[in-house]
T-cell receptor, first 117, second 110 residues
Framework: NAGVMQNPRHLVRRRGQEARLRCSPM?????VYWYRQLPEEGLKFMVY??????IDESGMPKERFSAEFPKEGPSILRIQQVVRGDSAAYFC????WGQGRSNEKLFFGSGTQLSVL | GQSLEQPSEVTAVEGAIVQINCTYQ??????LSWYQQHDGGAPTFLSY????GLEETGRFSSFLSRSDSYGYLLLQELQMKDSASYFC???????????FGKGTRLSVIA
């Protein structure tokens, strides 16, 4: 059973370009979470999605950032007009349960390291 | 909102025992989790405590005291491969996202 797959592993963009980060959850998991991590920092929640629905986007910047999890295919985190401050590691996690299950365990991918030049 | 405090770095000797503490402030409480992350790797789940007391999983144990808003991760018989960052995480309500501390970098030395 393959784990959570993220690609690309490393992504380099120039300021003003768009970045698209992909996440395929584990088989059987319909809940996806995106987190962002800066060096020496913890993981900061961005958005929680189920198939075709955004459930909680309280951690997502209001501008330039968007996320989707279509019925078919991977979840996509999209950053438009990237700036240097967007440089970070972006992790996706999946779960077979939604928020609210008391023993929920998140399964993380290996992340995408975004570097903005 | 929630906040978590844990030491930024800990160093311990191979074969020894180390305890990584975590204190938290939340409006509610829905359990304390621990995750391990090696450099450049994915965070991986270690343990979860919803009730007071000690949970043991092999060489790792996790403790929770809800009255003190405090928990710790105990690693026994340390091995070099245990060198990693360890994050505590809480959820203040069932339908809110998991919030992580800044992590404790554990260095195991010979």
């Amino acid at each position: 059973n393959a784990g959570v797959m993220q690609n690309p592993r490393h992504l380099v963009r120039r300021r003003g370009q768009e970045a698209r980060l992909r996440c395929s959850p584990m088989k059987g998991h319909s809940h996806v979470y995106w987190y962002r991590q800066l060096p020496e920092e913890g993981l900061k929640f961005m958005v929680y999605l189920q198939k075709e629905n955004i459930i909680d986007e309280s951690g997502m910047p209001k501008e330039r950032f968007s996320a989707e999890f279509p019925k078919e295919g991977p979840s996509i985190l999209r950053i438009q007009q990237v700036v240097r401050g967007d440089s970070a590691a972006y992790f996706c996690a999946s779960s077979p349960w939604g928020q609210g299950r008391s023993n929920e365990k998140l399964f993380f991918g290996s992340g995408t390291q975004l570097s903005v030049l | 909102g929630q906040s978590l405090e844990q030491p930024s770095e800990v160093t311990a000797v191979e074969g020894a025992i180390v305890q990584i503490n975590c204190t938290y402030q939340t409006s509610g409480f829905y359990g304390l989790s621990w995750y391990q992350q090696h450099d450049g790797g994915a965070p991986t789940f270690l343990s979860y405590n919803a009730l007071d007391g000690l949970e043991e999983t092999g060489r790792f144990s996790s403790f929770l005291s809800r009255s003190d808003s405090y928990g710790y991760l105990l690693l026994q018989e340390l091995q070099m491969k245990d060198s990693a960052s360890y994050f505590c995480a809480v959820r203040d309500r069932g339908n809110t996202p998991l919030v992580f501390g800044k992590g404790t970098r554990l260095s195991v030395i010979a």
